[in-house]
C-alpha cells in the first residue's frame, strides 16, 4: 500500500488500522463476535431494506433475520461448524457467569 501522498499524521492513523486489521482476537475471547455484532448494528441489518439484503445474501439465511446476534450466530456456526461453535458458545457462558 503506497501511502506515500499521505501526512505523517495520517500515515500513522493508517498504519494503526491496519495493524489492528492485522490482529485478530484469540478464538474463544468472545472478541470476534462481539466485534461482529457491533458491525451488524452498524449495518442496520435487517432494520433496512440494505440490512435485509445483506441477511439475505448469506447462504441459508431467509433475509428475516433482525437480530445481529441472531446472525452473527448463524454466521458463526456456517464457518466454524455447528459442534465447534457450540463449543466455544458454552465455554463463553460458563465464563460469564
Do not use: D, W, Y
Not at 492485522?22 to 478464538?27: E, T, V
Not at 456456526?77 to 463463553?92: E, H, I, S, Y
Amino acid at each position: 500500500m503506497a501511502f506515500h501522498h499521505h501526512t505523517p499524521a495520517r500515515r500513522k492513523q493508517i498504519k494503526k488500522r491496519l495493524a489492528r486489521m492485522a490482529s485478530k482476537a484469540k478464538l474463544g475471547t468472545g472478541e470476534r463476535f462481539t466485534a461482529l455484532v457491533a458491525q451488524l448494528k452498524a449495518r442496520r441489518v435487517g432494520r433496512t431494506e440494505r440490512g435485509r439484503k445483506l441477511a439475505r445474501a448469506l447462504p441459508g439465511a431467509t433475509g428475516k433475520i433482525i437480530n445481529p446476534r441472531a446472525l452473527a450466530a448463524f454466521i458463526g456456526r456456517k464457518k466454524l461448524g455447528k459442534a465447534r461453535f457450540q463449543k466455544l458458545a458454552t465455554r463463553g457462558r460458563k465464563r460469564k457467569v
